[in-house]
């Protein structure tokens, strides 16, 4: 392996494209522009202990040795977002193996249990690690995160140091403090992404819901109802204090947000670790990005003037680019 440079750099080859100025431009682009890149892909179910599933979606060589890249999507995303599809075509071109995680009830079907998934389940990415190390003992293996993935990703890396079962890993767009990007979310521009997050968080409540009376599973219904009325749901304070902190074992949204935030895990981790982030982050305030002493040895963060959420857009008009799909795959390469 080769060695880490310096915890924080700004010196990439990133060049924003001229013609998406700002970082709303940026962060847009992709999900509303972008042609979908088409991929044959093999989905398996993963049977989790507590009877409910996590879908998988592979791409790419069989070959048991093939190194292998594991891909978290993030908020209200899926294994079919723009960025997830542009990476594994880009690994498959390269000889590498990858599969693309959906988190529980994204994948096109509701999940079975009340619970969901949120910004801190490390031990539903626990569980597809031990499955894929299983399933591929020979193949090395990575994983990349974005957002709340990038989040899930770094918990996970701090909690189990040595023992993550990965080579290596990548962090895109990460919300490192969770309250705080709860209120930058909600200020300007971005109360336009926090409006759309809140439509597909709530609808997917909503989805449980109908879901456990048709099927007449009272007591899942029931535990749904005690969260009480689903409207008025305006902000991430609002949904996480009444929806994802009862739902999950958390007191309120303050500890959910104190025990899930990945700043808080970055000392410990221990495979090397790349931090991809922009300034301009329509969700991330700067000061909720850690400093150069916060990370481990093992951790380089590339710090982006522009580049927006899970953007980085470079290129023309006519053939526009994206950054992370081959920044991401030079570094796995480097860590091999």
Known sequence: MKPIHAPVTRRTSFQPA??????????????????????SRRRERLWLEDGDFL????????????????????????????????????LDARGWASVAINWRGCS?????????????VSEDLATAIRHLKATRPLAPLYAVGYSLGGNVLLKHLGETGDDCGLQGAVAVSVPY???????RIGLGFSRVYQAHFMREMVAYVKNKRTLFSHQGQPEHLSTIERLGSLDNLRTFWDFDGRITAPLHGFSDAHDYY?????????????VPTLLIQSSDDPFVFRHSLPEAHELSAST??????????????????QKPAYYLERRIPDWLEVCR
């Open 18 to 39: 001229w013609w998406l100025p700002g970082p709303h431009l940026q962060t847009l682009w992709s999900p509303f522009c972008r042609t979908p890149p088409h991929l």
């Open 55 to 90: 879908d998988l979606d592979w791409h790419g060589p069989h070959e048991a040795d093939a190194p292998l890249v594991l891909v978290l999507h993030g908020l209200t995303g899926s294994s079919s977002s723009l960025y997830v599809l542009g990476l594994q075509r880009e």
């Open 108 to 120: 096109g079907e509701p999940n079975l249990l009340p619970r969901g998934y949120h910004s801190g």
């Open 177 to 183: 403090r969770l309250d705080q990007c709860a209120d």
């Open 258 to 270: 104190r025990r899930a935030s990945s700043r808080y895990y970055l000392g410990g981790i221990r």
């Open 300 to 317: 380089r963060m590339e710090l982006h003037a522009h580049g927006g959420h899970v953007g980085f857009v470079e290129g023309s008009p």
